[in-house]
Nanobody, 128 residues
Framework: QVQLVESGGGLVEAGGSLRLSCVAS????????MAWFRQALGKERDLVAA????????YYADSVKGRFTVSKDIGKGQVSLQMNRLKPEDTAVYYC?????????????????????WGQGTQVTVSS
């Protein structure tokens, strides 16, 4: 079992920055693949960024590439999402997700169905 708790959401003006954090308990972050998804009102839940158990080669959606950075802090047992140059279209509920690692697979998981553990979500609102 993995419990995930997100924090750091809020209201920010376009062009601003926010940092989301996800604290994982139950397993170390080096033993799980982790990801950030987001779901805007009336839309599907989409992958924003993902980082594998090894921490190598994070994946970013094209819409956030160059603006968002995902990182893992094994000591703190958390994964963070630094969001810079935010846009109104980044407004959504952001979810942290985790999946047990396959140590034979260094690739990130991109589909929501591959993640069995989810946080409660944190709202990010970007005003224009």
């Amino acid at each position: 079992q993995v419990q995930l708790v997100e924090s750091g959401g809020g209201l920010v003006e376009a062009g601003g920055s926010l940092r989301l954090s996800c604290v994982a308990s139950g397993r170390t972050v080096s033993s799980v693949d982790m990801a950030w998804f987001r779901q805007a009102l009336g839309k599907e839940r989409d992958l924003v960024a993902a980082i594998s158990w090894s921490g190598g080669m994070p994946y970013y959606a094209d819409s956030v590439k160059g603006r968002f950075t995902v990182s893992k802090d094994i000591g703190k047992g958390q994964v963070s999402l630094q969001m810079n140059r935010l846009k109104p279209e980044d407004t959504a509920v952001y979810y942290c997700a985790a999946a047990p690692a396959d140590y034979n697979d260094f690739n990130v998981k991109k589909a929501a169905r591959n993640y069995g553990y989810w946080g409660q979500g944190t709202q990010v609102t970007v005003s224009s």
